[in-house]
């Protein structure tokens, strides 16, 4: 039975093989190194996966190993090539953190003091500017001072190594111009190293408050949109706080919305939602075509499908009348996952091809993932897993070079899906493992992810057979 191996993982079986050697059990490196040296060479930059190793060729003992290593790869992917030591955006929260608290630097040298673990004040400067590692005790010091949780300097760590060592110059408007097309397009790390720019351009003393509002929300919207949810929230507050101007709370109105709704409150969702329509203007197409269908998807949500179909239409002709190909191309991606919540396959597959052939055109890279994994939904909806794999292989073909954590998992976890239904127990179980590595990126309270999380929490290995 062959099994489809990540290319990445191939210098990583070398690699744990020659540890191996000389072991009593048999060596991998040992027994096939010429075929492992083969496979590498003919590895090109731009192979998505190594096809038809064969599971026979390895006796029992290296089967372990292999599964281990497929288990565990996602981590040794995701390392850098040296520690993230330093942080400029962990400094940045922290110094903006102790600011709206009100406490001066010596303030906080002497509140740690008294807690029994002193921070001097030169030292918190150093690790405000990025200029020093604050180490793990200090940094959790530091948060449980602020009332910060510490998964915000994880999410803010995950995202400068998106960004990676991406450079990017220009004043704000030209970075956020650029970030947009970047996002659109899927090229991740430009799109976050502009985002990381604005948000500490923004933090100059020259630059404008409106203006330095627009790129706190920016940078909250794209940390929402890689599934940090919880850091977007924690900005969105500040932001509120800072009472920004009609139109940018408006924005902000509407993404806490899309942020409650995506960790599963849909009350407080609906809640921002109504501070969003008492903001809107009756000719703002894109704000009212933005209420539509965030409304919509709540819809869907909670089982209200006539009234979501309703919302979505009107919210894709909005798009259109605003002159929004984007958020209209998201729009028809609603559709799809309406119909497919409904348990219409036929209609949600139509629908879903409709959203990816309109992103495919436009050349949006990630909105024509989200449209094929709707039809990925449909056709295993449908009992079709051998059409749903088809799928799922354009899609990590077209993916596996982003950074983008979300598409992995659901890509992941209807791999998983797919192969089960094909009674294909191994390559299921392989899948699922990848997609229980990645759901801990994502901060999604949605089916797939609680049912993760779950097998998580008992310690289960469970495939989603």
């Known amino acids: 039975m062959p099994v489809f191996l990540p ?16 072991r009593s059990r048999p060596s991998l490196h040992g027994q096939y190194s010429a075929q492992l040296r083969e496979l590498q060479r003919a590895l090109g930059p731009q192979s ?46 922290l110094r903006d953190r102790r600011q709206r608290l009100g406490y001066t630097l010596r303030e906080v040298e002497r509140l740690t003091s008294a807690r029994g673990n002193l921070i001097p004040f030169s030292t918190l400067a150093r690790i405000e500017q990025g200029r020093l590692d604050p180490g793990l005790k200090r940094l959790h010091a530091l948060l449980q001072l602020y009332g910060l949780p510490i998964q915000a300097a994880g999410d803010l760590l995950d995202m400068e190594a998106i960004a990676g060592t991406v450079s990017v110059e220009g004043d704000l408007a030209d970075l956020r111009e650029r970030g ?12 976050f190293a502009c985002y990381l720019a604005m948000r500490r351009r923004a933090d100059e003393p020259a630059t404008d408050r409106a203006v330095r509002h627009e790129s706190i929300l920016s940078f909250a919207v794209m940390a929402a949109k890689l599934g940090k949810e919880h850091i977007a929230r924690q900005i969105l507050d500040d932001l509120f706080l800072d009472k920004p101007d009609r139109p940018t709370l408006l924005r902000a109105f509407v993404q806490a919305a899309s942020t409650w709704q995506a960790l599963g409150s849909a009350d407080v969702a609906l809640a921002h939602l109504s501070g969003a329509e008492r903001l809107v203007a009756p000719d703002d197409h894109r704000g009212r075509g933005w209420i539509l269908h965030l409304r919509a998807s709540i819809q869907i949500d909670l089982g209200a499908f006539d009234e979501a179909y309703v919302n979505v239409v009107e919210a894709a002709r909005h798009y259109e009348m605003a002159g929004r190909p984007y958020d209209r191309a998201l729009a028809l991606v609603a559709m799809a996952r309406l ?68 598409i992995r998992f659901y890509t992941h976890f209807y791999l998983s899906k797919a192969y089960a239904s094909l009674g294909d127990s191994v390559r299921s179980h392989v899948e699922f493992e990848q997609a229980r590595y990645f759901v801990r990126f994502v901060d999604h ?6 049912e993760v999380r779950g097998h998580l929490k008992d310690g289960s290995t469970a495939s989603g057979t």
């Open 7 to 22: 290319e990445s993982i191939v210098g990583t079986l070398v690699h744990c093989a020659k540890r191996r050697a000389g």
């Open 48 to 93: 998505r996966y190594v096809l038809n190793l064969v599971v026979h060729v390895v006796d029992v003992a290296v089967k372990q190993i292999l599964r281990a290593c497929l288990a565990t790869y996602g981590i040794f992917l995701h390392m850098p090539a040296k520690a993230i030591a330093l942080s400029h955006s962990v400094g940045e929260m």
């Open 180 to 191: 947009t097309k970047a996002w659109q397009g899927g090229d991740l790390p430009t799109a």
């Open 339 to 406: 119909e497919v919540e409904r348990g219409d396959a036929a209609r949600a597959i139509r629908a879903a091809r409709r959203a990816a052939a309109f992103a495919a055109r436009k050349r949006f890279e990630r909105v024509h993932a989200l449209a094929l994994i709707a039809e990925v939904r449909a056709h295993l909806l449908d009992g079709k897993a051998d059409h749903a794999l088809t799928v799922l292989t354009r899609v990590l073909a077209e993916t596996i070079a982003a950074s983008d954590n979300v």
């Open 445 to 450: 309270a949605s089916k797939e992810t609680s």
